[in-house]
């Protein structure tokens, strides 16, 4: 698959906020869309043993979207544009001192078309987030709200 698709990111939520483990596989709803997430895992912090997967499925399709556990924190959350349509923004990033905090992923619900993909993780694209949804992004705030998925990646 190629990059661009593995850092796409899918999601959709409405639900509870909570930092997941490995184990941990939440369900959220956004309109007719259900979405579930699997965390990644990596051993002896080098082999991928699983990306993260985002699996998007509404009462007549089903997509998955894999995001490579290169960046090893995975936020979703809800939200849509500023003409209505719903979108799953996703924010994928990596903790070293070189990433930036906001490497966005947008993706349309109703067509699951990839708007953005998180593929600047060194200089990060909120701007151009903000540009395709038409308004200004509000930071994550995992732990703190209902409306949110956070993982990180597990090593083994």
């Known amino acids: 698959m190629n990059r661009i698709l593995r850092s796409a990111l899918v999601l959709t939520l409405i639900g509870t906020t909570h930092l997941a483990s490995a184990d941990d596989t939440k369900a959220l709803a956004c309109g007719n869309a259900k979405i579930t997430v699997s965390p990644a895992r990596v051993q002896g912090g080098q082999k991928v043993l699983q990306d993260f ?3 998007i499925s509404q009462p007549n399709s089903n997509q998955i979207f894999k995001f490579s556990p290169e960046n090893d924190f995975l936020q979703l959350r809800c939200d849509s544009k500023r003409d209505g349509d719903a ?3 996703v924010n994928h990033y990596c903790g070293g001192s070189g990433c930036c ?3 966005f992923s947008i993706i349309d619900l109703k067509t ?3 708007l953005l993909s998180a593929n600047a993780r060194q200089k990060g694209n ?5 540009t395709i949804l038409g308004k200004k992004i509000k930071p994550f705030s995992c732990g703190r709200t209902q409306d ?3 993982y990180s990646a597990k090593f083994e």
């Open 148 to 150: 949110e998925l956070c």
């Open 101 to 103: 905090e906001s490497n």
């Open 87 to 89: 979108i799953v923004l």
């Open 112 to 114: 699951y078309k990839v």
């Open 53 to 55: 997967l985002v699996n």
């Open 126 to 130: 909120h701007s151009a987030a903000e």
